[in-house]
């Protein structure tokens, strides 16, 4: 396939060829990679379908380069990591992020994707088990872990480089070929070579960049919140025996309330599954602009906000709003609009953001610098050009967030 990050990419198994054709994996072609960022930045319009398969290229580069420096990594080993790798994401429901745990609560997309894989494993006569030991981290070579999950990862090299392409932030461009050459395994544990501490430089600062720039960028915040609060009023209203338009896939997660304990049988388990394979982008904006003209006040307002995007006003700062600026806005907003109190809250609401660009506090992931005599120094310790304490550090960020046609 023609990527146009990487320009060929090609597939090395039966198995793995098998596993992209599968339905589960080529929903992901319609779930996009940065949900409603396309809001702020046109062209963000790449689907987690091209993520996975980005992924997948790195991870045979990753494998093949660690190999040529002596490290074995068997052709089983290389085939689950792979794996792994490629589907890894495939737990998102739609518009990745923004909904991660509207559709099922307190549920999040790497333990859907955990199913996920269980399901295809049984599919496949159990050809998936080590691929599933290294995504868990149950697997004797943890190097394999990390470059699933780790603070190196396939899948933050694909997706900073790839969502840079598509937003076109030309500050989250990162030196994805020579961080991966840079790669060596010791104690089992993946280290970079001296050689690439500039490139592990720059790539905790993009970052960083993106972070801010791009998945935590305000009118972003904004859309997805609005997108939140929309299924959260369809949930409410069909748990009242409303009935609202709805594809079947959105249907069973709008009228049946899914709990844990569902997710831990068999037999439900599955049929959660096969209704969640079926659940992507399109079935929710379709439904928005069918509910765009309900009955119900609040819903079809929300809808009408989202579908014509005319986004919330979001303010941000560092420290929580006054109770006394929440309540001013309030009463602002249902002077014009005349809601209850639990309608106001669809309106009218707050929350956090929060994000640190290296984990310093995880010993066992942190990135550490080989020298030619065999030391290793921490990145934080190696680096004489980055403050590691400001990226190590959590920056939590407070919003409120109101009607911008109310001007308040």
């Known amino acids: 396939m023609n990527d146009p990050i990487y320009g060929f990419i090609n597939i090395s198994s039966d198995i793995i060829f098998d596993l992209v054709e599968h339905p589960y994996f080529q929903r992901l072609r319609r779930i996009k990679q940065l949900g409603l960022t396309n809001f702020v930045y046109p062209g963000a319009n790449h689907t987690r379908f091209q993520h996975g398969l980005g992924s997948l ?26 794996i792994a790798i490629l589907l890894h994401d ?10 991660e745990y509207a559709i099922i609560e307190n549920f999040n997309h790497e333990q859907i994707s955990f199913l996920m894989m269980k399901e295809l494993n049984r599919q496949f006569d159990n050809r998936l088990s080590l691929a599933i030991k290294i995504f868990q981290n149950k ?13 190196l990862d396939m899948d933050r090299l694909d997706y900073l480089n790839r969502d840079s392409f598509f937003t076109g932030v030309s500050e ?8 991966i050459k840079m790669l060596n395994v010791v104690d089992d544990q993946l280290v970079v070579e001296a050689k690439g501490i500039y490139s592990i430089e720059k790539f905790l600062i993009a970052r960083r960049l993106m972070y801010w720039q791009v998945y935590l960028h305000k009118t972003v915040l904004s859309a997805e919140n609005l997108l939140v609060n929309i299924l959260k009023r369809a949930k409410k209203l069909a748990s009242e025996g409303h009935e609202l338009f709805a594809t079947p896939a959105l249907h069973y997660f709008l009228y049946n309330k899914i709990k844990m304990d569902d997710l831990n049988h068999t ?8 209704n969640f394979s079926k659940l992507d982008d399109n079935d929710i904006v379709v439904s928005t602009k069918v509910w765009a003209d309900h009955k119900d006040k609040v819903l079809s307002k929300l809808c009408s906000h989202l579908t014509n995007r ?18 001013e806005i309030k009463a602002t907003v249902n002077k014009r609009l005349r809601y209850t109190a639990e309608e106001l809250a669809y309106f009218v609401f707050t929350g956090t953001i929060s994000n640190n660009t290296y984990n310093y506090n995880s010993n066992d992931d942190r990135i550490k610098i080989l020298y030619n005599n065999g030391i290793l120094v921490d990145i934080a310790e190696a680096s004489d050009m980055l403050n590691i304490a400001v990226l190590s550090k959590i920056v939590k960020k407070h919003f409120v967030c109101y009607p911008k046609e109310l001007n308040i």
């Open 57 to 82: 290229h790195l991870m045979e580069i990753a494998i093949n380069d660690i190999r040529s420096k002596g490290h074995e990594i068997t052709p089983e080993e290389s085939e689950a990591v792979i």
């Open 90 to 99: 495939i737990g998102h429901g739609p518009f990745s992020h923004a909904l």
């Open 139 to 151: 697997y004797h070579k943890k190097f394999l872990h990390q470059l699933v999950s780790g603070q």
């Open 172 to 179: 989250g461009v990162i030196g994805t070929d020579r961080i």
């Open 267 to 274: 037999d439900s388990t599955r049929e959660i599954l096969n």
């Open 310 to 327: 005319l986004l919330f006003k979001i303010e941000i700062q560092n420290k929580p709003f006054s109770e006394s600026r929440i309540n």
